[in-house]
Structure formats: C-alpha cells, structure tokens
C-alpha cells in the first residue's frame, strides 16, 4: 500500500462547478499536510497548508481527518485556470526534510 | 520572488556516459533537494543538502551523487548513467527545514537511450 494514495482521476469538471477530492495517507504519526499545484510540465507549487482546523483560501478549502486519515481539497466556482494536476503531501517530521508525495489528481475544468 | 534554476530543460544521454545536473537558487536558502518524477508515481527524493558541503541520502540515492560547494549550488550527479534512470528531475530549496514552503526549479527532463 503506498504511503500517500490520490485517485489519479482525471476528474473532468464544468466551469462554475464545485469538486472536491480527497488524499489518504498511511502512517498515523503524520504531522503536517499539504496541497500543491503542478500545472502541464511546469513545477510545482504550494497551493495551501492543511491544519487540523481546516483552511481556507478564497475558493479553496482544505480539511484534515486525522481519524480517518485523510486529508481533502474543495474547490468551488471552478474556473478555467485550475485546471491541473494537485499533489498531496504528507509529513511525517518538524522539517521537511522527508515529505512523502501523492502522485497527484488531474483536474480538467471544461467551458 | 525566489528563483530555482536548473540548468537544462532536456536532455539527452547515452547509457554509462556521467550527467551532471544543475540546479542555483538567488534566495540564500539553506536547504537544497533534488527530486524525480515518474508517472504514477510521487515525487521521491534523491538527495538533500542542509548546508554547504552536506549533503543525505534521500530514499533513491543509489546511482546518484551530489555536490554542494557553495550555498547557492546544488548539483546531481548520475556516475554511469542508465535507461531507468530517464526521469523528470527537480530541484528544490527552502529556507529553514520547519519551512512548509518548496520553492521548484521548471525541471530537467532526462532521457538516457
């Protein structure tokens, strides 16, 4: 079982939809979470951290549960622009020095 | 804005010639790593560098080397390159290690033929 599982989708979504997807993660002793965005061939990058009370970042929102070990992102009035894949990331340590990766959910937004 | 920058975009190399990546960040970050992407797969790391002249294995070093003569440097070095080692390779730096936040070069796509 790999330690950071995501449903490699692609998850084909309307304009103005909401969609959400979800990222389970192996080891209990996990302490921080993340989301990041890589678009087509380019690097990714940081879309916003995962607290244990929730985050929330204009239309994006972020929810951790520990007991089920889970983390998800919300997306809603989805545009255009976001379409790309999203990375789950999961720490085990204080530094981040071993951060275990998801290999990412493609999200397609069609007009 | 932080900038990472590696060196090639692609590149082409034969089997058991010696590759050297490049990878410079402008942010006097101390931390430095360097990554592979595979589809399908997530992003694993290959090695990492808390300071100048250090350097840990990551969980796929076997093939690779690094070097980090100066701060701003950080560069992988595969000795005898192989097919399986075809990859998308990225380099990363952070300030600090409780810093959450990867700063990303654009990458360097690998094909060994």
């Known amino acids: 079982r790999k330690e950071v599982e995501q449903d490699p989708g692609p998850f084909n979504v309307p304009e103005g939809a909401t969609v959400a997807f979800n990222c389970t993660y192996s080891?209990?002793?996990?302490?921080?979470f993340f989301w990041y965005r890589q678009d087509c061939r380019k690097e990714p990058k940081l879309l916003m951290s995962?607290?244990?009370?929730?985050n929330e970042d204009g239309r994006f929102t972020a929810q951790l549960n520990r007991a089920s070990q889970y983390i998800s992102l919300l997306i809603r009035d989805s545009k255009l622009s976001d379409s790309a894949t999203y990375l789950c990331?999961?720490?085990?340590?204080?530094?981040?020095?071993?951060?275990?990766w998801g290999a990412g959910t493609k999200l397609i937004i069609k007009p | 804005d932080v900038k990472v920058t590696q060196s090639s975009r692609y590149l082409v190399k034969r089997t058991g010639e010696k590759v050297f990546l490049e990878c410079v960040q402008d942010?006097?970050?101390?931390?430095m790593f360097w990554y592979r992407q595979d589809p399908g797969l997530g992003l694993r790391l290959i090695y990492f560098?808390?300071?100048?002249?250090?350097?840990e294995k990551g969980d796929i070093p076997e093939g690779y080397s690094v070097s980090r003569e100066k701060k701003e440097r950080f560069s992988l070095i595969l000795e005898s390159a192989s097919t399986n080692q075809t990859s998308m390779y990225l380099c990363?730096?952070?300030?600090?290690?409780?810093?959450?936040?990867?700063?990303f070069g654009s990458g360097t796509q690998l094909s060994v033929l």
């Open positions: 990363a730096s952070s300030f600090e290690p409780s810093n959450e936040k990867l700063f």
């Open positions: 942010m006097d970050h101390e931390n």
């Open positions: 560098s808390y300071d100048v002249k250090m350097k």
């Open positions: 080891n209990s002793a996990s302490q921080s």
């Open positions: 995962v607290y244990s009370s929730g």
């Open positions: 990331v999961v720490n085990m340590l204080a530094s981040n020095y071993q951060l275990i």
